[in-house]
């Protein structure tokens, strides 16, 4: 679905470097999310924001920082990358108002080092 | 909190032959019951859902049915082709959050 973008496609970085996965989305949609995939493990939540003003935090927040620079933006950010934090990381969105499809981004290969 | 338990983790049948993946949740508060499918290199997609209001749902060769008391809900794909070989995810939701919790999964292979 083009309306949901990710950059970059893959990243690979070293141990301890600061990385910031981005999204943008021109569905109009209010709520945004990002998630983690690893083999096994399915997708795991990891942020999630229902407007411009509202961050959560999801089931694995830990050594993640978000922001929400806008409606159609939801940056994810590795203040200190290491390795187990190599994996495929989705954004999504969704219009919210009850039971919504979510509509996944490209995803994100990172790799760290 | 909520937990999504999803069997079996890889399957394989024949063209034609029927596919069924189960799903178990643990907070009996979850009222959506999405089906996500993978192909490979791509991005999940949302291929049919059932809210805890209805029993079962069919879209063409698919259907997922629900058992509330039990906790319990699955995907029957019927006369399966190779294209529906993918990964499937399960999920859970409680109406008013938005907030899924996935399943781990279940690699469908499909043979001709």
């Known amino acids: 679905d083009a309306d949901v973008t990710q950059t970059p496609r893959n990243r690979i970085t070293k141990t301890g470097k600061r990385i910031m996965l981005e999204c943008s989305q021109t569905?109009?949609?209010?709520?945004m999310y990002w998630y983690r995939q690893d083999p096994g493990l399915g997708l795991r939540l990891i942020y999630y924001?229902?407007?411009?003003?509202?961050?959560n935090k999801g089931e694995i927040s830990d050594g993640y920082s978000v922001s929400r620079q806008a409606q159609a933006k939801f940056s994810l950010s590795l203040e200190s990358a290491i390795p187990n934090q190599t994996a495929l990381y989705f954004c999504a969105t969704s219009s919210g108002g009850g039971a919504d499809t979510q509509y996944f981004g490209p995803g994100t290969r990172l790799t760290v080092l | 909190g909520e937990n999504v338990e999803q069997h079996p983790s890889t399957l394989s049948v024949q063209e034609g032959d029927s596919a069924v993946i189960k799903c178990t949740y643990s907070d009996s508060a979850s009222n959506y019951f999405p089906w996500y499918k993978q192909e490979l290199g791509k991005r999940p997609q949302l291929i049919i859902d059932i809210r805890s209001n209805v029993g079962e749902k069919k879209d063409q060769r698919i259907a997922v049915t629900l058992n509330k008391t039990a906790k319990h809900f699955s995907l029957h794909i019927t006369e399966t082709q190779p294209e529906d070989s993918a990964v499937y995810f399960c999920a859970a939701a409680k109406l008013n959050t938005d907030k899924l919790i996935f399943g781990t999964g279940t690699r469908l292979q499909v043979f001709p």
């Open positions: 569905k109009g949609h209010d709520r």
């Open positions: 924001s229902f407007d411009v003003k509202d961050i």
